[in-house]
């Protein structure tokens, strides 16, 4: 038996367990989807027999596809260190993939739920109603690109704060992962109110101006991502492996 | 050179306010099955977790194959720890959990996983929390062998499996050990079905080294006396005596640290001299005295 | 099998003698590998080649490359006169240092002997 043949590349087992969390992810967000759709079109068809459709029924699927998939990671997290620890690989792989698996899950969110919005909007069009989205979702919300960049955004800071308050419960326990989570989770009501036209001194349609909103927005959420991947990192490079009884 | 060797050197681990190892030194050979045995709490779990990186020592140092083990992704590959609880993805299929370990393990045999899987009678489509304790264990030992690992931790496996598990366990340890030779540490608080398969043996208590040596040496050093209850007396002065038992006017005592004429007084005094079973030996030199019952409580 | 006091691989040696003693074994007879010992008893490999290398090392057993382990030529006269001559050490001297202090003298041994002996 040769020593050698047990070397391994980084880049592979980081590869390895992105692909793997990332697969996992997408399983959950197909159903997830195929759920928003039926309940869209069901809501659709009951306003429409009681009174008169005048906005987007989807845009209220945001506010799901933000906390779902933040707390399916806090889960996975605690429960996939283990496991990638006891199968012979190294932390830094764990945290690396943890954050490619994230952006790649939110990058998949915000394209499906532009997408879908894009096809809410043509039924309405052919269908005569008026489409506008309540929420006020970003400075130009009917634009594509502005949805796409400010949705997928948002998804990347909410999906990697699920990673970093799932590690800091495994690190610091229940009752400072309690404590903490105002920093840990806090951030992602603050990237809603960067997306936002009308959030008082946290929204970014008044900055510098007021000329490129959304380039002001999206720089200020990718710090905070940035921010918090780095705690995510730092912890869990440090983090042991719990003694789990049967 | 076949399989990692192990250097422990002053390892300390300090659970908040509790030592769960105190500047423990010891070492292990490669290619080596070797038991690492304790009572439960004296630290064999933290020791293993320490090697396989589970976590990280207060302080000491620890060099698996030459190397710290800590985010070593070369000495971690080749590293695999199955503790009792196993730390597999409880919602897997056992099929998916291989698949996994297929892609993660560079030696990783499937064909000895699906030939384990089928002689403890696991189920590829069941998932670990389905599983009773023994054989949530069965499959802590297909995913510890089957990893074919150079440094194959296996803690408290064997505890919960039934008998023709266990053998079956310890002759899949045997034919694919001859075959693939690899450092092997078997952890338990019983060793009477594996001492025989062990070459060399750690003794951990209360978190530090009781005794470090080849099975041979350990087993050779224990001694019963048996006869007359005088002349064993008059036979043990002087020696370290871990355990006394008496019937009617015969005596025997269990010594520890043979010496070379043990025999020949034996046979000159009429007494008879008898083996210790390593774990009767290993019971006898971790037993703390019995505190005594107060008073009133009794 | 093999619980007694001498270490493991001694015991092993000294079960493979007595084969070879009694017969059960014949010269050029091939013997368990040591694999087939290990797997066979549960014991550790290593411990079982440590007795084998002692009885290759003795003459009892010789090594043919590729094959496997063989009983030597002349290994039962081998081991019968070692035994012969522990024998006396082992068994008769204690024996006699039993009767001096029992005050049986040499005679009455050796008549009882030839009685459980019978007849020839």
Redesign the interface.
């Known amino acids: 038996m040769s020593i050698d043949t047990a070397r391994r590349p980084t880049t592979s087992s980081v590869r390895a367990t992105a692909s793997w969390l990332l697969w996992m992810n997408l399983y959950l967000a197909a159903w997830f989807w195929i759920l928003a759709i039926v309940a869209v079109t069901v809501g659709l068809v009951v306003i429409n027999q009681v009174g008169e459709v005048n906005n987007s029924v989807l845009a209220f699927a945001r506010q799901g596809a933000v906390w779902f998939p933040f707390s399916v990671l806090i889960a996975t997290t605690a429960a996939y260190l283990p496991v990638h620890i006891a199968a012979g690989l190294t932390r830094r792989s764990l945290a690396l993939g943890s954050l490619v698996a994230a952006t790649g899950t939110a990058l998949a969110y915000g394209l499906v739920f532009t997408g879908l919005l894009l096809v809410e909007r043509a039924v309405f069009d052919a269908l005569g109603w008026q489409w506008r989205i309540l929420e006020d979702l970003t400075p130009a919300e009917t634009e594509p690109l502005t949805m796409l960049v400010g949705t997928t955004l948002l998804f990347v800071v909410a999906y990697v704060s699920g990673l970093l308050v799932g590690i800091t419960y495994q690190r610091a326990g229940g009752w400072w992962g309690t404590v903490s989570l105002p920093l840990t989770a806090g951030p992602i009501l603050l990237v809603f109110a960067l997306f936002a036209q009308d959030a008082g001194p946290f929204s970014t349609s008044e900055w510098f101006g007021g000329d490129q909103p959304l380039l002001v927005a999206s720089f200020a959420a990718l710090l905070i991502a940035g921010a918090m991947a780095f705690a995510f990192d730092r912890l869990t490079r440090g983090a042991s492996v719990p003694n789990r009884t049967a | 050179m076949s399989g990692f060797g192990v250097e422990v050197r002053d390892l300390t681990a300090r659970y908040d306010t509790t030592v769960a190892l105190d500047a423990v030194s010891f070492t292990i050979r490669p290619g080596v099955i070797t038991g690492l045995l304790g009572r439960n709490g004296s630290g064999k779990t933290t020791a293993l977790s320490v090697l396989a990186a589970f976590r990280r020592a207060t302080s000491g140092t620890v060099l698996v194959d030459g190397e710290d083990p800590w985010e070593n992704e070369r000495v971690l590959s080749g590293t695999c720890l199955v503790r009792e609880s196993g730390d597999v993805a409880l919602d897997q299929k056992l099929k998916e959990t291989l698949d996994f370990l297929g892609d993660r393990r560079p030696l990783f045999s499937r064909e000895l996983a699906d030939t384990l899987m089928d002689r403890f009678e696991l189920d590829p489509l069941t998932k670990p929390n389905k599983l009773s304790r023994g054989k949530r264990s069965a499959f802590g030992v297909v995913v510890g062998l089957a990893s074919r690992t150079p440094l194959t931790l296996l803690d408290e496996v064997h505890l919960g499996m039934d008998a023709p598990s266990r053998y079956a366990f310890y002759d899949a340890l045997l034919t694919d050990w001859l075959e693939h030779p690899r450092t092997i540490v078997l952890s338990s608080h019983l060793i009477g079905e594996v001492e025989r398969l062990l070459e060399d043996v750690v003794v951990l208590d209360r978190g530090t080294v009781l005794t470090a040596s080849d099975a041979e040496t350990l087993r050779s050093g224990g001694v019963t006396v048996t006869g007359p209850a005088e002349a064993v007396e008059a036979f043990v002065v002087g020696r370290q005596v871990v355990a006394r038992q008496q019937l009617g006017r015969t005596a025997q005592a269990t010594l520890v640290g043979a010496r070379d004429d043990d025999a020949s007084r034996a046979r000159q005094h009429g007494l008879e001299l008898g083996p210790v079973a390593l774990q009767d030996l290993f019971v006898h030199l971790t037993d703390r005295p019995v505190p005594a019952i107060p008073e009133e409580s009794r | 099998m ?8 001694v015991q092993i040696a000294d079960q493979i003698r007595s084969d070879v003693l009694t017969g059960a074994l014949r010269a050029e007879e091939q013997v368990m590998s040591t ?1 087939q010992y ?2 066979t ?7 079982a080649a440590k007795a084998f290398t002692e009885l290759v090392d003795e003459g009892v057993l010789y090594k043919r490359r590729g094959i496997g382990m063989f009983v030597a030529e002349g290994a039962r006269e081998q081991l019968l006169a070692q035994r012969r001559a522990s024998f006396f050490a082992e068994v008769v001297e ?1 024996m006699l ?1 039993q009767a001096r202090v029992l005050d049986i003298g040499v005679d009455e041994i050796v008549d009882k002997l030839r009685e459980k002996e019978g007849p020839r």
């Open positions: 093999f619980d007694g006091r001498d270490p493991l691989y694999t290990a797997t008893f549960r014991i550790n490999p290593a411990t204690p240092e």
